[in-house]
C-alpha cells in the first residue's frame, strides 16, 4: 500500500480535466432529449452489435453512459433484446462469423427498424475491408439509415447520428406516399 501512495504522490494526477464547453454541448444534449420525446414521445431504446470491431466505437458508445453525456437522462436506454429495440446501433466489419447473428438480431427487431453504423469500420469496412474473414461494411449484410464516421467517433457525433436516424424514421411515417 505504500508503494501506491508514493507513487501517486511521485506522479501527481494523472487525470485529464473535464471539457470545456466551447461548443455549446450541453444546450446541445437539451435540444436532442426535446427532440427525442417530441418526435418519438417516450424512451428510444437501442440494441447494440458488436459485429467484430477493435472496441474503440463501444469505449465511446460507453463513454455515453458516463455523467457527462448522461444518455439515460435523455430518454434512450440500451436493452439486451432486439425484440425490445427501436434501434440497432452496429459497430465493426461485419465479420463472416457474425453475419448471421446480425441478420436474425435484424430480423428479430420489430417496425420501424432503425439501423445506425458507427465507426469507419461499420461505414465502409474500415482498415478491415472485406476479406476471407471479413464481409466489410454493415450495409453489406442488413440495410443502414445512417452511418457515423470516425476512428472511433466521439459521443457527441454517435448521438447526433442516432437523432438523424429518429428523424429521417419521423419524416417518413409523416410521409403520406411511400415507398413499397
Given at each position: ?15 485529464e ?18 427532440d ?11 440494441r ?8 474503440g ?8 453512459g ?5 444518455i439515460?437522462g435523455?430518454?434512450i ?6 425484440r425490445?429495440?427501436?434501434?440497432l ?5 461485419v465479420?463472416l ?12 427487431t ?20 472485406e476479406?476471407?474473414?471479413?464481409l466489410?461494411?454493415v450495409?453489406?449484410?442488413i ?13 457527441i ?19 403520406p406516399?411511400?415507398?413499397?
Amino acid at each position: 500500500m505504500w508503494k501506491i501512495i508514493r507513487q501517486v504522490a511521485k506522479n501527481g494526477i494523472r487525470t485529464e480535466p473535464m471539457p470545456q464547453d466551447s461548443g455549446g454541448v450541453r444546450a446541445e444534449f437539451g435540444r436532442i432529449q426535446d427532440d427525442v420525446l417530441d418526435i418519438l414521445g417516450r424512451a428510444l431504446t437501442i440494441r447494440m452489435v458488436d459485429a467484430g470491431s477493435c472496441n474503440g466505437c463501444e469505449l465511446e458508445i460507453n463513454a455515453l453512459g458516463n455523467p457527462y453525456y448522461n444518455i439515460e437522462g435523455l430518454g434512450i436506454k440500451f436493452v439486451a433484446s432486439p425484440r425490445h429495440a427501436d434501434m440497432l446501433l452496429v459497430t465493426g466489419p461485419v465479420s463472416l462469423n457474425m453475419a448471421v447473428a446480425l441478420k436474425r438480431t435484424y430480423d428479430a427487431t420489430p417496425e420501424p427498424k432503425l439501423v445506425v453504423a458507427v465507426g469507419d469500420c461499420g461505414c465502409d469496412g474500415g482498415i478491415f475491408g472485406e476479406s476471407y474473414a471479413s464481409l466489410g461494411p454493415v450495409s453489406s449484410v442488413i440495410p443502414v439509415d445512417v452511418v457515423v464516421p470516425g476512428c472511433p467517433p466521439p459521443p457527441i457525433e454517435i448521438l447526433r447520428g442516432i437523432l438523424t436516424a429518429v428523424r429521417r424514421c419521423r419524416s417518413t411515417s409523416a410521409d403520406p406516399v411511400q415507398s413499397s
